[in-house]
Each structure stands twice: as structure tokens, then as C-alpha cells.
């Protein structure tokens, strides 16, 4: 089973690497992108064949080590 999570920095962080990407399409030419957020994905290959199962493992992965939950969202994605 494979699960995928999205980290994304909640509204209101500053993303300093998102101004600077930002700041970079403008110098190649890429006029009129407004804002960039970055983020993080991270695909991860379980073990787990019970779905209900594979979501809470990885929820408490993202709670204590993929996500910093202060400052960042994640959504999880399980795949069977």
C-alpha cells in the first residue's frame, strides 16, 4: 500500500524559498505568477494492507516527524 503526503506551509508563514522561486520565473521572463508556495511530497511504501490502518500510521508519522504541525498542513493520500 502506498500512502502520499503533501507539507504545505500554513497561510499566514512567511516562504522565504517561495519568494525566492517567485523572484526567479520573474527573471526568466515568466511574467504575471503573483505568489509561489512551496512544499514538500513525500511517497511512502507500507506494509499495511488495511487502509484504516495505513491513514493513522501515517497521521502519527506526519504528527511527529514529517510535518511541523506549528507551522505547516499536510493531507495524506492512501493508495491500495
Known amino acids: 500500500m502506498k ?6 506551509l500554513k497561510n499566514g508563514v ?3 524559498q ?3 522561486i517567485q523572484h526567479a520565473l520573474g ?9 509561489v508556495r ?9 506494509a499495511e494492507t488495511d487502509p484504516a490502518k495505513a491513514r ?4 502519527a508519522m506526519c504528527k511527529q516527524l514529517l510535518a511541523n504541525t506549528v507551522i505547516e498542513n499536510y493531507s495524506i493520500e492512501i493508495i491500495a
Open 3 to 8: 500512502a502520499k503526503v503533501h507539507v504545505t
Open 14 to 16: 512567511l516562504d522565504p
Open 18 to 20: 517561495g519568494k525566492a
Open 27 to 35: 527573471s526568466l521572463g515568466y511574467e504575471g505568477v503573483n505568489d
Open 38 to 46: 512551496q512544499g514538500k511530497f513525500i511517497e511512502l511504501d507500507l
Open 56 to 59: 493513522a500510521a501515517v497521521e
